[in-house]
């Protein structure tokens, strides 16, 4: 239940801190974009559209999410801390981990924002729109391997991954920090990569490590990873329990945020108009072609709306579980204006939404994408 009047007061109280926390600064905003949110959407970049055409999204076009500042770690001193609630605490550099048991995972990441700043009133932070989002082919050792050669204690529940980037978001001085449960982090599919798309980690990506979490969104994957330590009680870090939680105002203790719901986008057809983006399609056929994906169960029927007319796409198999899958389906452009739309249904029965239900920080927004089109 949305408290109306708490939803003015921007103070969030962690009872396990006893301190008083801001996830967001400052409340919900109808009013223009500020230069503060001008100020992170130009570091943080998102996915341009037209890449959805690709299976692994090219260097460059992934988005990009930087809480903080990209560390500048010198990979010859680098080493990654292995300890906490193990058998064995282990230190190990780059080269150990290069010798190491290898996997290759593609894997769909999305940002929690994605879609923030579509929502009335719109959440303070990073301003997505839709495309904060990339697929890319992850490599390196897998998280259970070194978990096991560690040898993790039987009072074990979570596992904390800290990232080397540093900065104060809510009044608290931290580092980067994320945890998983225990049942999670022994999952096979989970990655500390070294390597993305066969080259070197980029150094917005995380280099010279970091852990990808297929399926999750996109904060679970921690970048510029220093220390993974075994915990006996759950971790109450600020980016677990202030920060990524489904709440209705400031003072809701909400949920936390886990697996990608689903989505699907699709590619703008025809040209677009370089300042409104809206597009000019050419009449006759054109072939409309997208991607859908889900962390909470496969995607399983896709649906293209033209004009608030739905039918079902054709959907081609992702490369891998959490990887996207291709989709698409013919349309015959009559000369007018047209509004088209896409939405995935999952495993799990789940289907996009036609209107997003609100939440404080604006988390999980999977709303269907409407394209304007003119048809000439
Ligand atoms: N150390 C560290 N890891 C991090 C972050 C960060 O700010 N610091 N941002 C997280 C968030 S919110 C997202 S969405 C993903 C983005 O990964 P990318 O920039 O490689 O796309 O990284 C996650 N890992
Ligand atoms: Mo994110």
């Known amino acids: 239940?949305?408290?109306?009047?708490?939803?003015?007061?921007?103070?969030?109280?962690?009872?396990?801190?006893?301190?008083?926390?801001?996830?967001?600064?400052?409340?919900?905003?109808?009013?223009?974009?500020?230069?503060?949110?001008?100020?992170?959407?130009?570091?943080?970049?998102?996915?341009?559209l037209e890449a959805l055409r690709n299976d692994t999204t090219p260097?460059?076009?992934?988005?990009?999410?930087?809480?903080?500042?990209?560390?500048?770690?010198?990979?010859?001193?680098?080493?990654?801390?292995?300890?906490?609630?193990?058998?064995?605490?282990?230190?190990?550099?780059?080269?150990?981990?290069?010798?190491?048991?290898?996997?290759?995972?593609?894997?769909?990441?999305?940002?929690?924002?994605?879609?923030?700043?579509?929502?009335?009133?719109r959440p303070l932070s990073q301003p997505w729109q839709l495309e904060a989002v990339g697929t890319a082919v992850w490599t390196?050792?897998?998280?259970?391997?070194?978990?096991?050669?560690a040898g993790v204690e039987d009072d074990a529940v979570e596992v904390v991954f800290t990232g080397a980037d540093t900065g104060v978001q809510g009044g608290v001085r931290q580092q980067f920090a994320r945890s998983l449960p225990i049942a999670e982090a022994l999952r096979p599919d989970i990655v500390l990569a070294y390597r993305m798309n066969g080259n070197e980690l980029p150094p917005q990506h995380g280099y010279p490590l970091r852990l990808v979490v297929p399926g999750w969104y996109g904060m679970a994957s921690v970048k510029w990873l220093s220390s993974i330590k075994v915990l006996t009680k759950p971790f109450d870090g600020f980016q677990q329990a202030v920060a990524y939680r489904y709440q209705q105002d400031a003072d809701d203790a909400g949920t936390p945020v886990s697996w990608i719901k689903v989505r699907s986008l699709m590619i703008p057809p025809g040209v677009p108009d370089f300042f409104t983006?809206?597009?000019?399609?050419?009449?006759?056929?054109?072939?409309?072609?997208?991607?859908?994906?889900?962390?909470?169960?496969?995607?399983?029927?896709?649906?293209?709306?033209?004009?608030?007319?739905?039918?079902?796409?054709?959907?081609?198999?992702?490369?891998?579980?959490?990887?996207?899958?291709?989709?698409?389906?013919?349309?015959?452009?009559?000369?007018?204006?047209h509004e088209l739309a896409c939405r995935a249904t999952d495993a799990t029965g789940a289907t996009q939404p036609l209107e997003q239900a609100w939440n404080y920080q604006g988390m999980g927004n999977n709303v269907v994408q409407r394209i304007k089109a003119t048809v000439q």
């Not at 969030?12 to 992170?40: V, W």
């Open 1 to 48: 239940m949305p408290k109306q009047l708490s939803r003015h007061s921007s103070i969030l109280k962690t009872p396990r801190h006893g301190r008083k926390l801001t996830p967001h600064p400052g409340e919900p905003s109808h009013g223009p974009l500020t230069a503060e949110e001008l100020q992170l959407a130009v570091r943080n970049h998102s996915m341009p």
């Open 59 to 121: 260097p460059g076009l992934h988005y990009v999410l930087t809480h903080f500042d990209i560390p500048f770690i010198d990979a010859e001193h680098w080493h990654l801390q292995i300890g906490g609630a193990v058998q064995r605490s282990l230190e190990l550099n780059l080269k150990a981990l290069r010798r190491a048991p290898q996997i290759s995972v593609p894997v769909t990441l999305e940002c929690a924002g994605n879609g923030r700043s579509l929502l009335r009133p």
């Open 140 to 149: 390196g050792v897998p998280l259970a391997y070194l978990l096991a050669q």
């Open 277 to 337: 983006r809206s597009r000019m399609v050419p009449a006759g056929p054109v072939m409309l072609t997208g991607r859908a994906w889900s962390g909470e169960g496969a995607v399983q029927r896709v649906e293209v709306g033209i004009d608030g007319k739905w039918a079902q796409a054709q959907l081609a198999h992702p490369a891998a579980p959490f990887a996207w899958c291709a989709w698409s389906m013919p349309w015959v452009a009559d000369p007018g204006d």
